[in-house]
Structures are given as C-alpha cells and as structure tokens.
C-alpha cells in the first residue's frame, strides 16, 4: 500500500514555464517534507510544513500544505534547468518514520 | 568532512562476498537511519538508530546487519546478499529532540550484486 502518491511521476518542461507537483495521502501527517535529489546525490532537504494551510516560499517554489494535513503541492514559476531533478515528499508519521512518496522526476529543457 | 558521509560510493560484490557499508556524520546529530532506494519504488527505512541503539529493525533480512558504535557511525553488514538486493544505499542523520523529524541525507552506495 502506497501511503503518500505523487503525481506526476515523470514530468518533462520547457524552461520558463511553470509546474505543479501534487502529494497525496489518505493518512494524517504531523508534517511534511519536501525533497530534491540529483543523480550521484542523497536527497536534500528543501522545506517542511507542518501546519494546515500553511504556504512556505523558496525563491521561485511555493509549497503548500493541505488544510486536512493529508496532501501537499510544489509550484515552481518560470523553471530553470538547474530545478531539474527527483522530488520527493515525505510524511512524518511520529516515531522518527519518514514515509516517502514515489518521487517526480524533472527535467527541465534549455 | 561536512554533513553526512558514506562510503564507498560503489561497490560490486558477489552473492558469497561479505562486505560493508560505512556512514558517518559531522553534524552533531544523535539518531541515524539506513534507506534502501530501488528504481521505481519509494525510499524504505531499513534501521533506526537513536544514542546508539536500534530502536527500529523495518522487517529487514537478517542478511543485513546494523552497527552503531557511536552517535557519528554507523555500518551495514552485508552478506550472502541476493542481486534484488541491488540498490543505492542512504545514510541519514537527524537530532532526536527536534520538533521535526528533519532528515540529513549521505550521498549513498550504489551497491550492485551479481
């Protein structure tokens, strides 16, 4: 059972246009993560939001946490090869346990 | 050293080697986490350590084999391992007392087996 979905799996976009990546769960999350992980590279650490509703900005990405603490989106605006990558979204369910979604992949076309 | 090390970065062993996997990190942290990360499915905790001890073992094979001996290293111990057990390997690191479960990740080990 895939507890945290995200969607889309693969995404492939011309630069300077905009996205949205979508995080999904039946299940009630303490908080949330959001990671990029280039090839060769552990996954690193973006932004957490932990309460609902909440919007937390980096530069040209917008992360949201959904009102019900079950899903989250990232927004990139005008995207840049250098945004090219695996996201991924992780869930804190307590008890240090991590639960991460199956990432979304993208590549970002000069 | 910054962050979260590991190493090797590769490796490719046979089904009858024994080897190991090394993590450390220079972050201060007090709990630390091994992830086994297979094309197309989601990252897998494997182990927790907190202050040096397992507190979480996630239904792993015995074929896999945790040492913690300090809160800055941890180890996996492989043996007779299976080629599904192909695979990067992550370290991770967090602080324990934090409010947020914020994980720090090592580069990992491409493990191949053959």
Redesign the interface.
């Known amino acids: 059972t895939?507890l945290?979905e995200q969607s889309p799996q693969f995404l492939s976009i011309q630069e300077g246009e905009n996205l949205t990546v979508y995080c999904n769960s039946s299940s009630v999350f303490s908080?949330l993560?959001w990671?990029r992980q280039e090839p060769?590279?552990?996954?690193?650490?973006l932004v957490?939001v932990?309460t609902g509703g909440e919007v937390k900005k980096l530069k040209r990405l917008t992360f949201q946490f959904g009102d019900a603490r079950k899903d989250s989106s990232l927004h990139i605006t005008a995207a840049q090869p250098g945004d090219t990558g695996l996201y991924?979204c992780?869930g804190?369910r307590g008890?240090?346990?991590?639960?991460?979604?199956?990432?979304t992949r993208l590549t970002i076309n000069p | 050293e910054t962050g979260?090390t590991q190493t090797p970065r590769h490796l490719v062993m046979g089904m009858t080697n024994k080897k190991s996997l090394k993590c450390e990190q220079h972050l201060g942290h007090n709990?630390m986490?091994w992830y086994k990360q297979s094309a197309?499915?989601?990252?897998e905790?494997m182990f927790?350590y907190?202050f040096k001890e397992q507190?979480?073992n996630n239904s792993v094979p015995s074929r896999f084999s945790p040492e913690c001996p300090n809160s800055s290293h941890l180890f996996l111990h492989l043996h007779t391992l299976q080629p599904e057990d192909s695979a990067l390997y992550?370290c991770?690191s967090?602080q324990?007392t934090s409010s947020?479960?914020?994980?720090?990740?090592?580069?990992?080990t491409r493990l191949t087996v053959l």
Request: charged share 15%; glycine share 12%; proline share 6%.
């Open positions: 895939q945290l908080s993560q990671y060769g590279e552990g996954p690193v650490l957490t932990v991924l992780a804190d008890a240090q346990k991590l639960v991460f979604g199956q990432g | 979260v709990a986490y197309k499915k989601p990252l905790l927790v907190n507190t979480e992550l991770a967090s324990r947020y479960n914020e994980q720090f990740f090592g580069p990992g």
